[in-house]
Protein backbone atom coordinates (compact mmCIF):
# COMPACT_ATOMS: atom_id res chain seq x y z
CA UNK A 1 0.00 0.00 0.00
CA UNK A 2 1.49 3.47 -1.23
CA UNK A 3 1.17 6.37 0.66
CA UNK A 4 -1.02 8.32 -2.26
CA UNK A 5 -3.81 5.77 -1.82
CA UNK A 6 -3.38 4.97 1.96
CA UNK A 7 -6.38 5.55 3.87
CA UNK A 8 -4.49 7.36 6.99
CA UNK A 9 -2.12 9.25 5.05
CA UNK A 10 -5.33 10.31 3.01
CA UNK A 11 -6.62 11.20 6.57
CA UNK A 12 -3.74 13.10 7.68
CA UNK A 13 -3.40 15.13 3.37
CA UNK A 14 -7.55 16.16 4.83
CA UNK A 15 -8.56 14.54 1.32
CA UNK A 16 -10.80 12.33 4.10
CA UNK A 17 -12.72 13.89 7.15
CA UNK A 18 -11.68 12.64 10.74
CA UNK A 19 -12.15 14.18 14.19
CA UNK A 20 -8.72 15.77 15.30
CA UNK A 21 -7.87 15.31 18.79
CA UNK A 22 -4.36 15.61 18.75
CA UNK A 23 -1.36 16.92 16.03
CA UNK A 24 2.04 17.91 16.28
CA UNK A 25 4.48 18.00 13.56
CA UNK A 26 5.30 14.05 13.32
CA UNK A 27 1.67 12.95 14.68
CA UNK A 28 -2.06 12.79 14.38
CA UNK A 29 -4.81 11.63 16.78
CA UNK A 30 -8.14 11.89 15.78
CA UNK A 31 -11.67 9.51 16.94
CA UNK A 32 -12.42 5.87 15.43
CA UNK A 33 -15.40 6.35 12.91
CA UNK A 34 -16.67 3.42 14.78
CA UNK A 35 -15.70 3.61 18.46
CA UNK A 36 -15.88 0.37 20.94
CA UNK A 37 -15.85 2.53 23.90
CA UNK A 38 -17.17 6.17 25.22
CA UNK A 39 -13.16 7.43 23.86
CA UNK A 40 -11.44 5.81 21.00
CA UNK A 41 -8.84 7.69 19.78
CA UNK A 42 -6.26 6.64 16.82
CA UNK A 43 -2.82 8.11 16.76
CA UNK A 44 -0.39 7.67 13.79
CA UNK A 45 3.00 9.10 12.59
CA UNK A 46 2.57 11.17 9.65
CA UNK A 47 5.25 9.03 8.03
CA UNK A 48 3.52 6.34 6.26
CA UNK A 49 4.66 3.08 8.41
CA UNK A 50 2.74 0.12 7.63
CA UNK A 51 2.52 -1.30 11.09
CA UNK A 52 4.59 -2.18 13.65
CA UNK A 53 6.14 -4.68 13.13
CA UNK A 54 8.08 -2.31 10.51
CA UNK A 55 9.00 -0.53 13.34
CA UNK A 56 13.30 -0.67 13.78
CA UNK A 57 16.06 0.71 15.91
CA UNK A 58 15.41 3.44 13.78
CA UNK A 59 12.17 4.23 13.74
CA UNK A 60 11.58 2.78 17.91
CA UNK A 61 11.22 6.30 18.76
CA UNK A 62 8.40 6.95 16.12
CA UNK A 63 6.49 4.70 18.25
CA UNK A 64 7.05 6.30 21.48
CA UNK A 65 6.01 10.00 20.00
CA UNK A 66 2.56 7.13 19.47
CA UNK A 67 2.41 6.52 22.82
CA UNK A 68 3.25 10.18 24.19
CA UNK A 69 0.56 11.71 22.09
CA UNK A 70 -2.12 8.91 23.30
CA UNK A 71 -0.91 9.21 27.20
CA UNK A 72 -1.26 13.30 26.79
CA UNK A 73 -4.70 12.82 24.37
CA UNK A 74 -6.12 10.18 27.81
CA UNK A 75 -5.68 13.22 30.08
CA UNK A 76 -7.39 15.72 27.55
CA UNK A 77 -10.15 13.64 26.78
CA UNK A 78 -10.65 12.45 30.71
CA UNK A 79 -9.51 8.87 30.99
CA UNK A 80 -6.77 8.81 32.80
CA UNK A 81 -7.67 8.90 35.81
CA UNK A 82 -9.31 5.53 35.66
CA UNK A 83 -7.39 4.29 33.10
CA UNK A 84 -7.27 3.12 29.09
CA UNK A 85 -6.23 0.95 27.04
CA UNK A 86 -3.57 1.12 24.01
CA UNK A 87 -3.73 -1.53 21.28
CA UNK A 88 -1.75 -2.19 18.61
CA UNK A 89 -2.85 -4.60 16.16
CA UNK A 90 -0.53 -6.62 13.84
CA UNK A 91 -1.66 -8.52 10.52
CA UNK A 92 -4.78 -10.28 9.53
CA UNK A 93 -4.51 -12.52 12.64
CA UNK A 94 -3.79 -9.80 14.49
CA UNK A 95 -7.18 -7.98 13.47
CA UNK A 96 -5.51 -5.22 11.79
CA UNK A 97 -7.47 -3.79 8.68
CA UNK A 98 -5.58 -0.59 7.96
CA UNK A 99 -2.02 -0.53 7.01
CA UNK A 100 -0.75 2.20 8.26
CA UNK A 101 0.62 2.28 11.78
CA UNK A 102 -2.36 3.35 14.56
CA UNK A 103 -1.79 3.24 18.22
CA UNK A 104 -5.94 2.63 19.76
CA UNK A 105 -6.73 4.63 22.57
CA UNK A 106 -9.42 3.18 24.37
CA UNK A 107 -11.44 4.26 27.67
CA UNK A 108 -13.91 5.62 29.48
CA UNK A 109 -15.36 1.88 30.25
CA UNK A 110 -13.91 -1.27 32.05
CA UNK A 111 -11.88 -2.98 29.65
CA UNK A 112 -12.18 -6.65 30.32
CA UNK A 113 -10.02 -8.98 28.37
CA UNK A 114 -9.88 -10.57 25.89
CA UNK A 115 -12.89 -8.95 24.29
CA UNK A 116 -13.26 -5.70 25.78
P1 LIG B 1 -7.31 -1.86 13.00
O1 LIG B 1 -8.44 -2.83 12.90
O2 LIG B 1 -6.46 -2.04 14.21
O3 LIG B 1 -6.49 -1.81 11.73
O4 LIG B 1 -7.97 -0.43 13.20
C1 LIG B 1 -8.42 0.36 12.16
C2 LIG B 1 -9.44 1.28 12.75
O5 LIG B 1 -9.65 2.35 11.84
C3 LIG B 1 -10.81 0.65 13.02
O6 LIG B 1 -11.11 0.72 14.42
C4 LIG B 1 -11.77 1.49 12.18
O7 LIG B 1 -13.01 1.72 12.81
C5 LIG B 1 -10.97 2.77 11.99
N1 LIG B 1 -11.32 3.55 10.80
C6 LIG B 1 -11.50 3.10 9.55
N2 LIG B 1 -11.77 4.12 8.71
C7 LIG B 1 -11.76 5.24 9.47
C8 LIG B 1 -11.96 6.64 9.20
N3 LIG B 1 -12.25 7.08 7.96
N4 LIG B 1 -11.89 7.52 10.22
C9 LIG B 1 -11.61 7.08 11.47
N5 LIG B 1 -11.39 5.79 11.79
C10 LIG B 1 -11.47 4.88 10.81
ZN1 LIG C 1 -0.29 5.64 5.16
Redesign the pocket.
Given at each position: MSAANC?FCR?IRRE?P?EVVYENEKVLG?????P?APV?A?FIPKKHVAGVREIDGQSAPEFGDLVLAANESASKLGVSGKGYRL???QGADG????DHL?V?LLGGRPMAWPTG
Open positions: LIISFRDIRQHLVVNGQTVHH
